[in-house]
Nanobody, 123 residues
């Protein structure tokens, strides 16, 4: 079992920055692809970013490319999402997730989830 806890959410102004952290316990994250997803009220959970086991590959949804950066520190068992140039449409509950393998962009292929951290961007 892997337990994931997200921190770092809050209120930000448009154009501002927020850094999310996800700390894991129970098992090392080295064996997992890590992803960030988000869910806005009334919408489905959507893929934001993912990172491969040893940070060799990163993936982003088009709407955050050039603004968000995913990274990981396997020694600390942590994953991060640096969010810059925030827009009001980035407002959502952000989730950290871990998978052994599968489609990095599909929530059904993730095995473990955190509880989420809220990010609200005001215009």
């Amino acid at each position: 079992q892997v337990q994931l806890v997200e921190t770092g959410g809050g209120l930000a102004q448009a154009g501002g920055s927020v850094r999310l952290s996800c700390v894991a316990s129970g098992r090392t994250l080295r064996s997992y692809v890590m992803g960030w997803f988000r869910q806005a009220p009334g919408k489905e959970r959507e893929f934001v970013a993912a990172i491969s086991y040893y940070s060799g590959f990163t993936y982003y949804t088009d709407s955050v490319k050039g603004r968000f950066t995913i990274s990981r520190d396997n020694d600390k068992n942590e994953v991060y999402l640096q969010m810059n140039s925030l827009k009001p449409e980035d407002t959502a509950l952000y989730y950290c997730a871990a998978q052994r393998g599968g489609r990095h962009y599909h929530p059904d292929d993730y095995d473990y989830w955190g509880q989420g951290t809220q990010v609200t961007v005001s215009s």
